[in-house]
């Protein structure tokens, strides 16, 4: 007997592209990034505003530790989404955060599992409308991510005429909305036994979704991919990549940008294989050489113990440089001093006493983003 395919609604928007996504890894890579540990930390406090309707800001400290990520940055898209909150909050009354959706499908082949968590989702009626928080940069297509979520809330609410799934862009403001009838609910499942469940065999390898997927360091397809970008990259002037550059029209800038970017990343998945195995296995060595685990101690200064020691060393110039203040573990003191009931106000007070004394100042970052049109 076969084992059942279980598929969450994360995974459909790569799933739908190409098959091969959904089988599972022979070696599971942790995968893990500052930006999307830093969006997973987001979450984490955000998921108490939609059935609150306040940010429960010690939770920010919480995060940090969880997922190893400055409390600053996390304050900063917690209180960006919080900034949204007041619009979008009439479309969603008595929200539920974090809701378990599982649904076992039928289908004359045998059964599959759709699962998935929506941040947060309102079931009326006959209605239901649910968000996803996305801290993220809009350079990724979650449509398929919230159709799933949309076919779960119908399949366990059989009383449901339509759902609607919105993906809420922390960083931009945006916010984009996909709905499903129980007509296209079924017209979707049929894609999906049809692409995945069912899947060809064929692999469908693409720059913009490959390294996106767990198994793309051990496709053979990805990594064909791969070292066709490799020879692409290879073929330009890498003595002087402006004079290449100038003789591109602006699309195969765009495509050059794509097989840049997806060869860094499975450059990166490889090294991260590499240092699994490691781990793992022990060195990988040969007579001349091992590729091995170094272990290194970092220090860590307890700051109250520290203090007395640089104020007797230190002028007070001297010290604003090697003394970061944490504006969220202030705030956090404030509040809790200020009591039940007057800790907002509290907060409000010290942010605007900073303000005023010149202390806030604002520093512009320019990254560079491939963004969907």
């Known amino acids: 007997m076969s084992a059942l395919i279980q598929l969450r609604a994360s995974a459909m928007p790569l799933a739908l592209r190409c098959g091969g996504s959904a089988v599972p890894s022979k070696i599971r890579l942790n995968t893990s990034c500052a930006p999307a540990d830093a969006g997973s930390a987001a979450h984490y406090v955000l998921k108490t505003l939609p059935a609150s309707g306040r940010v429960d800001w010690s939770l920010v400290d919480v995060a940090a530790q969880l997922y190893q990520i400055d409390p600053k940055e996390i304050s900063v898209l917690v209180a960006l989404g919080a900034r949204m909150w007041p619009e979008l909050a009439p479309s969603f009354p008595n929200a539920i955060a974090e809701q378990r959706l599982v649904s076992l499908i039928y289908t004359e082949r045998g059964s599959w599992e759709l699962s998935g968590s929506p941040d947060f989702v309102t079931i009326g009626e006959t209605i239901a409308r649910g968000g996803d ?4 940069r809009k350079d990724t297509d979650y449509s398929q991510q919230m159709m799933g979520y949309n076919a779960l809330l119908l399949l366990n609410n059989p009383g449901l005429l339509e759902s609607h799934m919105s993906l809420i862009w922390i960083r931009t403001g945006e916010v984009e909305t996909y709905s499903m009838t129980r007509a296209q609910l079924e017209q979707w499942l049929t894609r999906v036994e049809s692409t995945v469940i069912n899947w060809d065999g064929v692999l469908r390898p693409s720059d ?13 397809a990805s990594n064909a991919l791969a070292r066709r970008n490799v020879a692409a990259i290879v073929d ?3 003595d002087s990549p402006e004079a290449s550059l100038d003789t591109m029209s602006a699309e195969e800038k765009i495509g050059f940008y794509k097989k840049a970017k997806a060869v860094d990343i499975f450059l990166k998945g490889f090294l991260a294989a590499l240092k699994t195995e490691a781990l793992e296995r022990g060195p990988i060595a040969t007579d001349e050489c091992s590729l091995e685990i170094s272990e290194e101690l970092q220090r860590d200064i307890d700051t109250k113990n520290a203090w007395p020691v640089l104020q007797s060393m230190l002028t007070d110039d001297e010290m604003v440089k090697v003394v970061d203040v944490r504006v969220s573990r202030a705030e956090k003191i404030i509040s809790a001093k200020a009591g039940r009931g007057n800790g907002a106000k509290s907060v409000r007070e010290f942010k605007q006493k900073l303000e005023d004394a010149g202390a806030v100042s604002y520093d512009t970052i320019e990254k560079m983003v491939l963004r969907r049109k």
């Open 133 to 136: 928080w996305k801290c993220g």
């Open 208 to 220: 913009d979704y490959c390294h996106h997927c767990p198994r793309s360091h051990e496709c053979d």
């Open 236 to 238: 330009c002037s890498l």
